[in-house]
């Protein structure tokens, strides 16, 4: 049961422009350096986010990624579903007819293990988890001296 | 995010078992061949279930597998990290993690996975091997309504 390295630096890249581009756009090197993620991987990853929307890009020597909304407006839900697919915690097994079983397990744990998974992560913003990451990091002191 | 295999015939397995009897031992065979399993794959979660302390095992000519104790008091949190381990999106957060990135303390994503984590716990907690078979009664009555015993 576990989010595949793209879903986490993905999301990680999402949080880290909600947190530091302030409209502005932000260079992958810088994203990758704050973050300790390769340039080359997050190209990967920003390819995904651009194609479902999220991010816009410029090029040029003052380019990089910005957000297309506002963080508060993103669930993590979406970035995730972007990036990882459906959040299923079973792959479904075409094997034809389903065993009582089978069917008692897919309604009674397993659909429900997914409504609880993508509930959690659709009730959760990119803006609330930039709010942790600015608190954890001691960032809120110095956003008010600006 | 999955639960593999081994989570899910296991549960099947359990409730295979426990639709045949919670009182006597069943035979491994006897379980596999009704719920279309490999008898050699099961045997492999049930050791591992016998080792979590949820099955005990009967040796002999009438001997098999039994439920330690009442199926309304084995959770399929149990049973999943028995098989599985612990049920965590993500590695880091998980208790005995031997590898957490040098940005732990300060991950706000860790935040969210700890979150979603505890939300699965809890659901998976809540749900007993006594549930699922009575269930698994409800569901054969919805399937088929003109079934008469």
Not at chain 1, 35 to 64: D, T
Not at chain 2, 5 to 23: D, M, N, V, W
Not at chain 2, 31 to 53: H, N, P, R, V, W
């Amino acid at each position: 049961m576990k989010i595949s390295t793209k879903g986490r630096y993905g999301l990680r890249a999402m949080l880290d422009l909600a947190v530091f581009s302030d409209g502005e756009h932000v260079s992958l090197s810088c994203i990758a350096e704050r973050q300790r993620i390769s340039v080359n991987y997050l190209e990967q990853v920003f390819s995904s986010l651009r194609k479902a929307g999220f991010v816009k890009s410029i090029k040029g020597a003052q380019g990089g990624y910005a957000l297309t909304e506002e963080p508060s407006e993103i669930s993590v839900g979406s970035i995730l579903r972007a990036l990882e697919g459906e959040l299923a915690v079973v792959d479904k097994r075409d094997s034809g007819r389903k065993s009582l079983i089978q069917l008692c397990l897919n309604e009674f744990v397993w659909e429900r293990m997914n409504d609880c998974l993508n509930e959690v992560v659709d009730s959760i913003t990119l803006e609330d988890l930039a709010c942790d990451y600015r608190r954890i990091n001691g960032l809120d002191a110095i956003m008010y001296h600006i | 995010m999955k639960i593999s295999t081994r989570g899910q015939y296991g549960l099947e397995a359990l409730i295979g078992l426990a639709l045949k009897s919670t009182s006597t031992p069943v035979s491994l065979k006897s379980i596999t061949s009704d719920c279309g399993l490999s008898e050699s794959y099961i045997l492999q979660i049930f050791l591992m279930l016998k080792k979590a302390g949820i099955l005990t095992s009967v040796r002999g000519a009438q001997g098999g597998y039994m439920l330690s104790r009442e199926p309304s008091q084995i959770s399929v949190r149990q049973v999943l990290e028995a098989v599985e381990g612990p049920l965590a999106p993500v590695s880091c957060i998980v208790d005995d993690c031997n590898d957490p990135c040098g940005r732990y303390k300060m991950c706000a994503a860790r935040l969210l996975w700890e979150k979603v984590k505890k939300r699965m716990d809890s659901l998976v907690d809540s749900i007993t091997l006594a549930d699922l078979v009575e269930n698994v009664y409800a569901v054969d009555a919805r399937e088929n309504p003109d079934y008469s015993i």
